[in-house]
């Protein structure tokens, strides 16, 4: 019994990649490489997000997210908290490698720890830092879809 019991359990992840063939994307080296950093098994459930960018001193941004934490530069999200909880830990492929305020490469992490009144359904809402220039580094990703992936949960606020 225990060894069906095993077989069975052994089966289970072959069976989800087969039924999950028709959702695989076009990018099955980058869908492993995400899976690999962020310990997600390939296919898992992620989104394509349409992403726009917001900075501080932009009308209606403060220094708080919507939990009452400091914003921080290139890693709040804001998010519709009915698609993506607050306090997800999201993983977002096309920003691995992108300059970082600290002069840093970005690893892909953000924070879902934000909402927006403009924020509804499939959209998120990347926090670059303070004034407008901030968001020079990711302007060919405004407006764009990304790939994001839940990858875990954070208590408290989000890093700094």
């Keep these: ?30 869908d492993l490489i995400v899976s690999a950093l962020t310990g997600s098994s390939p296919g898992s459930p992620g989104y394509k997000l349409k992403a726009t960018l917001y900075h501080a001193g932009a ?13 921080v530069a290139m890693r709040t999200a804001a998010i519709d908290k009915n698609l993506i909880p607050r306090r997800t830990v999201l993983f977002i492929k096309e920003t691995v490698g992108l300059p970082m305020p600290d002069g840093s490469r ?7 720890s934000d909402v927006g009144g403009a ?3 499939e959209r998120i809402d990347l926090y670059t830092g303070h004034g407008k220039a901030s968001m020079k580094p990711m302007m060919p990703l405004n407006l764009s879809r990304l790939t994001v992936t839940k990858v875990g949960q954070f208590k408290g606020c989000p890093p700094s």
């Excluded at 225990?2 to 289970?12: G, H, Q, S, T």
């Excluded at 009308?59 to 914003?71: N, P, Q």
């Design 1 to 30: 019994m225990r060894r069906r019991l095993a077989a069975l359990a052994a089966a289970i992840p072959l069976i989800a990649i087969a039924s999950n063939a028709q959702a695989a994307t076009n990018d099955p080296i980058g």
């Design 59 to 71: 009308k209606g941004v403060g220094a708080l997210d919507s939990l009452g934490c400091k914003v």
């Design 106 to 112: 970005h690893d892909g992490y953000w924070y879902a």
């Design 119 to 121: 924020i509804k359904g």
